[in-house]
């Protein structure tokens, strides 16, 4: 038996809650619901991958035993680290096809896979476009759009977040047919040549998750069919989607002829209020425009009604009786810090766009629907 790890607890479960979360609980392939351990000296790289995504960290110090590497089933070794003591050391020792863990008095044993068998993901770093930016900046300009993105569209393409890197701005747009979100913001080095691809869903859904709300740098790598974003101790490797995104430049209407400018918290908070008596089938809701007063109609199936009325700045004879999805409006009001919001509009059967004072690089299109 060889003893391949000597640590405390927190060394190694703090590296591996950072990879673990692509793991997915059930796969084809046995050897995806592994984490491959690889220790050489007292560092320790863990990584983890689903075939599309490959999330990579490595951790040093307080780390003894025999270099080797081996791969294990991470929710069941995320399980047994999370049940220890915090104070805890744990011992990880290799006889066969078995890892033994040992803390105190407790000792638990998993099956492994080989290290060989581990599909790892080789990164296109030649050629790759570069982007340096924050990890706040970039995690910022994901929150704002991400939430538009489709679920399972059967247009593949619109289960991602488009992103644009064209001189020095940086652009984010999701839309899943009905709504669409549009983001930018500045880079502090200009790209080399024009960028445009679609990041999948589960990988802006890890990065919104893992990027800190700070300025630390992030650097971003470009490649014909992959992303790679390194980070803090983190290496991200992602797939790219291949389609063609829809123009978003099209969607975002250009000049619509009526403003409308409301309170942000109390819109958010008639809103949810009034979704009380939505149903899960009909998440409908009819705004109507009349005398500077909005009001705010929701019913459901068992004739059931709920209202709320706002009293709003709007031009004199601005009239208004529009239906849209409740979810839709509530969605962007929670992703948007802004005081106010501005509420463009035309007619009652044309899309609306919101934007934000204080935010002239935001955009948020929501088709209406009938009622």
Do not use: C
Not at 155 to 180: C, F, I, K, Q, S
Request: glycine share 4%.
């Amino acid at each position: 038996m060889s003893h391949f790890l000597k640590t405390t607890r927190n060394n190694l479960l703090h590296p591996l809650q950072a990879v673990a979360n692509i793991v997915e609980k059930r796969h084809t392939l046995p050897i995806l619901s592994n984490v491959l351990l690889e220790k050489s000296g007292e560092n320790l790289t863990l990584t983890a991958t689903d075939a599309d995504i490959q999330v990579k960290t490595s951790t040093a110090g307080e780390i003894g035993g025999e270099n080797g590497e081996i791969t294990a089933n991470a929710r069941k070794l995320l399980d047994i680290l999370r049940a220890l003591p915090e104070t805890a050391d744990v011992q990880l020792s290799l006889e066969a096809n078995r890892m033994s863990i040992r803390a105190g008095k407790a000792r638990f044993t998993l099956q492994t896979l080989p290290a060989t068998d581990y599909p790892r993901m080789k990164i296109e770093a030649e050629n790759a476009a570069r982007i340096h930016t924050s990890q706040q900046t970039f995690k910022a300009l994901l929150d704002q759009v991400a939430y538009a993105m489709a679920q399972q569209d059967i247009r593949y393409y619109l289960n991602g977040l488009l992103l644009v890197a064209d001189g020095d701005t940086l652009r984010a747009v999701a839309t899943d047919g009905h709504r669409l979100a549009y983001a930018q913001t500045t880079l502090e080095a200009p790209v080399a040549a024009r960028q445009e691809i679609i990041i999948p869903r589960k990988t802006v859904q890890e990065l919104t998750r893992q990027l800190a709300d700070n300025t630390d740098a992030l650097e971003v790598l470009i490649g014909p069919a992959q992303i790679t974003f390194r980070f803090g101790s983190i290496e991200l490797v992602s797939k790219l989607i291949d389609g063609k995104f829809p123009d978003y430049e099209r969607v975002i209407p250009q000049a619509l002829p009526h403003t409308l400018q409301l309170d942000r918290a109390a819109f958010h908070d008639a809103l949810s209020r009034a979704s009380i008596l939505t149903s899960d089938k009909f998440r409908g809701v009819r705004l109507v425009l009349e005398n500077k007063v909005l009001k705010i109609v929701t019913t459901n199936s068992d004739q059931e009604e709920a209202q709320e009325e706002l009293e709003v700045a709007a031009a004199e004879g601005q009239a208004l009786d529009i239906g849209f999805n409740i979810t839709y409006l509530l969605d962007v009001l929670n992703h948007l810090d802004s005081e106010q919001i501005d509420w463009h509009f035309n007619d009652n059967n044309s899309s609306i766009l919101v934007t934000a004072p204080d935010n002239q690089n935001f955009k948020y299109v929501v088709m209406p629907m009938r009622i």
